[in-house]
């Protein structure tokens, strides 16, 4: 009897099968805005300027609303509560972006990764929350003035807030948990400048990110949930604007709702493209754009759409920034 030759290729092909299913990824390399050192300084000065003035602009907000008790009511708080997302959501990104551009290199580590989307997901999933509080919060004012000081009570308030931070862990708990648990057998190159769930998603193993979508699946139908309310929310208020007899009225609840909207808007449509539209199997230009354009775009706006639009806002701002060159200045004549 003649013992057959075991194969010793289709072995070492079946061994190498067994270690590609094998979650052995201990780094990400994120895509970068450019090859050349002279494109990525000029991508670090603009994202540095970005950074800054969103950075400045959310905390003079939270400074602003915080000393000036006349502001402690809950639209402020609920403006306090998004300046704070805004902040945490574009720190997820930037800075690292930043970094990797200064030092010419692309790496994340593995936890660095999980701890990013984790944090990105929990502060972009909040602040979509918020927002639509936000708009609940204007219909009471505008559409039900009666049951404002019922409905929109201290207490009420914090609970809406509360509710609003618990469940953005939980929502990013369940997307990053799904997302992880998936052994990447496509490589480490995520082709975005911040880790994303569905740029990872593409390194995983094809029979195993049923999980997660699924779970963006159920993420995208909650989110046209919020955006409907938000929308209803909004044609009731232009409703009950439009029967005041005053230009002066329409105008400046046209102006201040429809920027709310715009942003709204724009996070939603760009999250929807990154997330439910298939990503191409290559590094894309517009996965890029999108990403910058729900990642970036909104910290920066909203303080400009919801506090630096606002009368009562600018006015304590400028009394706070007064009062500081006033104490400075007198300070500098004592000590001369």
Excluded at 19 to 47: A, C, K, P, R, Y
Excluded at 182 to 190: A, K, T, W, Y
Aim: proline share 4%.
């Amino acid at each position: 009897m003649v013992t057959p030759v075991p194969n010793t290729e289709a072995s070492h092909n079946v061994l190498r099968k067994k270690m590609s299913n094998q979650n052995t990824v201990t780094e990400f390399l994120l895509l970068g805005f450019s090859d050349i050192w002279e494109l990525q300084i000029l991508h670090f000065v603009v994202f540095l300027v970005i950074y800054l003035v969103a950075l400045v602009g959310n905390l003079l907000i939270i400074t602003a609303i915080a000393l000036d008790h006349h502001l402690h009511n809950p639209m402020y708080f609920f403006l306090v509560n998004l300046s704070i997302l805004d902040l945490g959501s574009i720190s997820v990104t930037i800075p690292k972006s930043i970094a990797n551009s200064l030092m010419n290199t692309r790496s994340i580590s593995y936890s660095g990764c999980v701890t990013q989307v984790f944090l990105f997901i929990f502060f972009i999933s909040a602040d979509y929350a918020l927002l639509t509080v936000m708009a609940h919060y204007r219909h009471i004012a505008i559409c039900q003035p009666l049951h404002y000081e019922r409905v929109m009570n201290r207490m009420a308030c914090v609970q809406m807030a509360a509710g609003v931070w618990i469940s953005g862990i939980l929502y990013s708990a369940l997307h990053t948990g799904s997302t992880f648990v998936l052994s990447f057998c496509g490589g480490n190159m995520v082709d975005q400048f911040f880790c994303e769930i569905p740029q990872l998603l593409k390194l995983a193993c094809s029979d195993s990110d049923l999980n997660e979508t699924e779970a963006v699946v159920f993420s995208a139908c909650l989110s046209l949930s919020c955006f409907v309310f938000i929308i209803v929310s909004y044609v009731q208020i232009f409703k009950a604007v439009l029967r005041i007899p005053s230009e002066q009225c329409w105008r400046k609840a046209f102006s201040t709702c429809l920027p709310h909207l715009t942003v709204v808007s724009l996070l939603i449509c760009t999250s929807i493209f990154a997330y439910l539209i298939p990503t191409s199997s290559s590094a894309s230009s517009l996965d890029l754009l999108v990403g910058v354009l729900y990642s970036v775009v909104p910290p920066v706006m909203n303080p400009i759409i919801y506090s630096m639009r606002n009368r009562e806002v600018k006015r304590s701002l400028s009394k706070l920034i007064g009062w500081r060159l006033f104490s400075k200045n007198k300070m500098s004549i004592f000590l001369l």
